[in-house]
């Protein structure tokens, strides 16, 4: 019989199209093939309320603790959170504690506990709203994932960074939905004593869609539509271009 979720994510309100995808918070796996459509609960005093529920047919027992997104129709995320085994509702967590949630699930060999105890460098704290951070002006960026001891990581577990059907998904989000930007990611592997990275490309176009203020960086791997690892999240600050740049 299937099992149904509640999530209440106010800022969604009247949003349609959006599904909820389950990942194992070990393992990335997805559970929910396809991912399970959100319907949004009506009540007598608010009509359009934010909260959400969604039907799970898979059973997840054992699985223990499972990362939670919601995606709009066309697989952008929009929020994270955890579904903890014999709860029925989604925690709103933020992404850093969905990481440390999956450290202290229990590292293991190619649990992604192991990847994401790894950190990134290279991505700027502060970007400059219509600023173009492109390949054809030099502007790209060059984001390293590294372990504890600062060696590289080009693979987790069998899964490596050049599989034809390895994708990383970098958006840097804030409140309105709208003021979301989404990059595009390419991994360029190593080349000698050339260390390989991430090369991050936010056109004006996407740039232009933030809001002054504080936003969130989001870094995923995904390798086909069954795993989808969280990388990494760092605070970013978006400001305007100074008068005559």
């Given at each position: 019989?299937p ?55 898979e ?55 192991e ?63 709208s ?16 260390e ?50």
């Amino acid at each position: 019989m299937p099992e149904i979720i509640n999530w209440n994510a106010s800022e969604l309100t009247l949003v349609t199209g959006m599904k909820a995808w389950l990942y194992g918070l070990t393992t990335g796996v997805l559970l929910n093939t396809g991912g399970d459509s959100l319907v949004e609960i009506d009540t007598l005093t608010a009509p359009a309320s934010g909260a959400y529920t969604f039907s799970l047919a898979e059973p997840r027992t054992g699985l223990g603790t499972l990362r939670a997104v919601i995606k709009s129709s066309g697989g952008s995320p929009y929020r994270d959170g955890i579904l903890r085994e014999g709860s029925t509702i989604v925690e709103d967590v933020n992404f850093t504690e969905v990481l440390e949630a999956a450290v202290g699930a229990g590292a293991g060999a190619g649990t992604a506990a192991e990847w994401t105890a790894g950190s990134i460098t290279g991505f700027p704290t502060t970007l400059v709203i219509g600023d173009s951070y492109i390949e054809s002006v030099d502007r790209h960026i060059k984001v390293y994932y590294r372990d504890s001891e600062d060696t590289p990581i080009t693979a987790i577990g069998d899964k490596t960074f050049i599989d034809e059907d390895f994708e990383a998904v970098l958006t840097v989000g804030q409140d309105n939905l709208s003021s979301i930007v989404r990059a595009t990611c390419v991994w360029v592997p190593a080349a000698g004593l050339v260390e390989g990275y991430v090369k991050v490309q936010l056109p004006k176009d996407q740039t232009r869609r933030a809001g002054e203020g504080d936003a969130r960086m989001q870094l995923v791997f995904r390798w086909g539509d069954t795993i989808e690892v969280l990388i990494a999240s760092q605070a970013v600050s978006w400001t305007s271009k100074n008068v005559g740049d």
